[in-house]
């Protein structure tokens, strides 16, 4: 979902106080109760906020969403990105690859390279990338994390620890407007923080949905990557820091 400049500045109030009603959110912005009622009605949908009798309060961070419905949303997008990921990639580069759906379609669009050495947990991409037999593919021990496709623990840390990468690949669960990386528990945070540290260049993949998600796990900021993934404009707050550091990639 690709939020508008004035949406985008919505949510931010909104982590500041809650939840605001229409008429005050429209003095504040200056616009039509009518155009501020249909941005609410557009955050309400993609469950960033819960309408109530003439206002709406922020939705506090809940569990993630499946994985099958994760897989959908905004495929198009995470297409995009994959291929403009896959296009960093060299043929016979040794590849960490995290857990998410974006990483995923980096799979897809990573099948026809050649002779890559991939090191990922997420199984979804596994079996992608096995399709082709020129691709050295491996996957850490431990416990599948059901329903997710997906293996998190000490063991699969290890594994990419294990490594000195040529690139890692990596999504998060949602970024804050201070730019910190945000996930839904400590396990996916330091999965990721395994990965990156392991990696030459660093790959951050994050469809504009990530802007609008903000679960509670802290686990590094967006500066620490060398490249930033995306199909829609950053949050104007969060433009506003981002200087020289890291690239941003819009697709």
Avoid: W
């Amino acid at each position: 979902m690709d939020l508008s400049d004035r949406q985008t500045r919505i949510v931010s109030l909104f982590r500041q106080r809650g939840e605001m009603s229409v008429d005050a959110l429209a003095e504040h912005f200056g616009v039509a109760t009518q155009t501020i009622r249909r941005d609410v009605n557009t955050l309400c949908d993609a469950n960033v906020l819960r309408r109530y009798h003439g206002g709406a309060r922020l939705l506090t961070p809940g569990p993630n969403q499946p994985y099958e419905v994760r897989r959908v949303r905004n495929l198009e997008g995470k297409i995009r990105i994959g291929l403009a990921a896959a296009e960093r990639i060299a043929d016979g580069a040794t590849v960490l690859l995290g857990i998410g759906t974006t990483p995923e379609q980096v799979a897809v669009a990573l099948v026809h390279h050649k002779r890559l050495t991939v090191i990922t947990n997420n199984l979804r991409a596994a079996l992608v990338l096995a399709a082709n037999p020129e691709h050295r593919v491996i996957v850490p021990g431990g416990e599948l994390r059901s329903p997710n496709p997906e293996i998190l623990g000490d063991e699969a840390d290890r594994l990419f620890r294990g490594y000195r990468a040529d690139v890692g690949v990596y999504s998060v669960g949602g970024i804050d407007d201070d730019g910190a990386l945000l996930d839904y528990d400590r396990q996916e945070a330091a999965s990721r923080d395994a990965l990156r540290e392991a990696s030459r260049y660093r790959i951050l993949v994050a469809d504009a949905y990530k802007f609008t998600r903000k679960p509670n796990v802290r686990g590094g900021q967006l500066d620490e990557q060398d490249l930033v993934i995306t199909d829609a404009p950053l949050p104007a707050p969060l433009r506003d820091r981002v200087l020289t550091s890291p690239e941003i990639q819009i697709v």
